[in-house]
């Protein structure tokens, strides 16, 4: 077993084995100048900012022999899993399944839909492609949990009131104890980041802890 203490409200217990890593939606699309992200208006700049922390956390956690699970939103060619509502939402310059600079946005297989470089996934690690903001929802992702006796997730990833912020709430529903590392998620609003963070962790941890990098580091480095 390992103890975050730093964590909060309240120090984090998990067992490695038991423990996955879930870095949500760290995509060029995303991520990088002229994808989904920059069409919706928003400045990329602040999400790369938590790049050299998350490649960190993949790191620790790999040396730790803990599942690693990237999640990427994207839909199929076709459209079939993309609902006219969330298509037709808001007003961006360009709209999912549109072509852009990286290929069609948010589209599976597009060099936009794809995990940044510097955090791509190794062999052997699990790779979910998510039709909605939470990785539970049409996706393997329980199965692939329970067939590995998963208890416990560290969350990492973008953004953090969107689709981390979905996910973990999908995941405490599911029983899960969920930590989310806060220097290794963004969001494009760091207002809405702060508030998520005090929503998770109020009430005793209604829906989960979060931490600092360091902090985990040091519980799995004990
Ligand atoms: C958004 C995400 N924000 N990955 N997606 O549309 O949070």
Request: hydrophobic letters at 40%.
């Amino acid at each position: 077993m390992a103890t975050v203490a730093g964590a909060f409200p309240f120090a984090f217990d998990f067992n490695p084995a038991t423990t996955a890593l879930i870095v949500i939606d760290m995509q060029r699309d995303f991520v990088e100048p002229g994808g989904f992200g920059e069409t919706l208006g928003n400045d990329v700049s602040l999400l790369q900012a938590i790049v050299p922390t998350t490649a960190a956390l993949l790191n620790l956690c790999r040396a730790n022999q803990m599942t690693i699970i990237h999640t990427r939103e994207c839909h199929k060619p076709d459209l079939s899993d993309l609902p006219d509502a969330k298509r037709n939402r808001g007003a961006p310059s360009l709209r999912i399944g549109d072509p852009g600079p990286m290929g069609r946005i948010l589209i599976a297989g597009e060099p936009g839909a794809e995990i940044i470089p510097e955090l791509a996934p190794q062999p052997g690690e699990i790779v979910i492609d998510k039709p909605g903001k939470g990785a539970f929802y049409a996706t393997d992702l329980s199965g692939l949990l329970s067939e590995r006796k998963i208890t416990s997730l560290i969350f990492a990833g973008v953004t953090t009131e969107v689709c981390v912020q979905t996910t973990m709430r999908e995941a405490n529903d599911r029983g899960f104890d969920s930590l989310l590392v806060e220097d290794a998620t963004e969001s494009y609003f760091p207002e809405f980041k702060a508030a998520t963070l005090c929503m998770i962790r109020a009430q005793g941890g209604i829906v989960g802890w979060t931490t600092r990098f360091d902090d985990l580091a040091e519980a799995l480095n004990d």
